[in-house]
């Protein structure tokens, strides 16, 4: 073979090579762009902002998580607590001795910190079904724990579930459980309750609020007085426990509803102890504060796998405005004030 045939052979190799690089770059750029457009398409998809049936608000959160219905310790001991601000609902009932509880529904928000868990009742079951949630809890009254067996309703109960909760060292017990959403959804995921949930919501619009000023309003419970006193700045109620301000530890701030429904509901005493129960099903009175105004109407529901549905005194249904709901579910002897100016305390 010649000098000249070697050299072309191998300016013809070097061509080849370079032809077989370009196409490998161009190739490999294309699958590349195609490959990471796909995962990043996948990833905005997922993280689309829908919106929150309990909040009315357009929120990113995981669709497969049920709710979670925290009961929450409210004694002064267990005060401030954590998570509130981050629940999209929040319920506050009567248990024994004239205390208030907290029921506090997640959806649509992640909580690092949620408590202090306490345990449950039968109307906290009868609550959380409408929203088809687990119930987080931690222990509960013989009549509760009873239904919970029956399977009225998921439940991850702290005694059956232990690592889906922590113990703060520097609070005592029993007012040191908490829990926070991560730990709750692996919890479930394991417990088989994850997955597609029909979550039913509350109605939600922004119109405009026909009704009397109410600027405070202030619920009398047996052993504590709680106010919420509107701020225009924010339109929000903001929340008051026996005049000092509601605050969330976790938060650092005081707590404030776009909504807050008075609820008034048939109780019962049905033991030695004092436990209630409280009937949530058929209808009653109830009173919507929004916006500075108060609003007269009521609630009716069916059977107890029905959300609430609010009506104004004309029975036409009644839109809450997008953002946190505070529902407090009282008897008709507790003294309910609503006025127009604000009170100091």
Same mark, same amino acid.
């Given at each position: 073979m010649s000098r000249r045939t070697i050299i072309i052979a191998i300016i013809a190799s070097i061509v080849i090579l370079a032809v077989a690089l370009v196409s490998f770059i161009v190739l490999g750029e294309r699958l590349f762009k195609q490959i990471v457009g796909t995962t990043t398409t996948t990833k905005v998809q997922a993280q689309a902002r829908t919106l929150c049936p309990l909040t009315g608000q357009r929120l990113t959160f995981d669709? @497969?998580? #049920? #709710?979670f219905a925290v009961c929450i310790d409210n004694v002064r001991q267990a005060r401030p607590q954590s998570g509130l601000n981050r629940a999209d609902i929040v319920y506050e009932v009567l248990a024994e001795a004239g205390i208030p509880r907290l029921l506090a529904i997640y959806k649509c928000k992640d909580a690092r910190r949620i408590g $202090?868990?306490?345990?449950?009742?039968?109307? %906290? /079951?009868?609550? !959380?079904?409408? +929203?088809?949630?687990?119930?987080?809890?931690?222990?509960?009254? $013989?009549?509760?724990?009873? @239904? /919970?067996?029956?399977?009225? /309703?998921r439940s991850l109960d702290q005694f059956r579930f232990p690592d !889906?909760? +922590?113990?703060? $060292?520097?609070?005592?017990? #029993?007012?040191?459980? %908490?829990?926070? /959403?991560?730990?709750?959804?692996? !919890?479930?995921?394991? !417990?088989?309750f994850s997955g597609p949930s029909d979550t039913q919501g509350l109605a939600f619009g922004k119109v405009k609020i026909e009704g009397g000023n109410a600027q405070t309003i202030t619920i009398s419970f047996p052993t504590t007085r709680v106010t919420y006193r509107y701020d225009p700045s924010t339109d929000t109620y903001f929340r008051f426990m026996n005049g000092q301000p509601h605050v969330d530890a976790a938060a650092g701030r005081q707590l404030q509803a776009k909504n807050v429904i008075v609820q008034f509901a048939e109780h019962r005493v049905i033991d030695r102890v004092g436990r209630l129960d409280i009937k949530l099903t058929g209808e009653g009175r109830a009173i919507f504060f929004i916006g500075g105004k108060r609003v007269g109407g009521r609630w009716v529901r069916q059977s107890g796998m029905q959300t609430f549905k609010?009506?104004?005194?004309?029975?036409?249904? +009644?839109?809450?405005? $997008?953002?946190?709901?505070?529902?407090e579910i009282v008897s008709e002897d507790i003294r309910i004030r609503s006025q127009s100016k604000q009170l100091l305390k």
């Open positions: 669709k @497969e998580r #049920p #709710p $202090p868990v306490r345990s449950a009742r039968t109307y %906290f /079951i009868d609550l !959380a079904k409408q +929203f088809n949630a687990v119930l987080i809890h931690a222990g509960g009254s $013989p009549q509760a724990l009873r @239904e /919970i067996k029956q399977g009225k /309703i !889906a909760y +922590f113990r703060d $060292p520097t609070s005592r017990a #029993p007012h040191n459980l %908490f829990t926070n /959403i991560s730990r709750l959804a692996k !919890a479930a995921d394991d !417990a088989g609010y009506e104004d005194s004309m029975g036409n249904e +009644f839109k809450l405005r $997008p953002g946190q709901t505070w529902v």
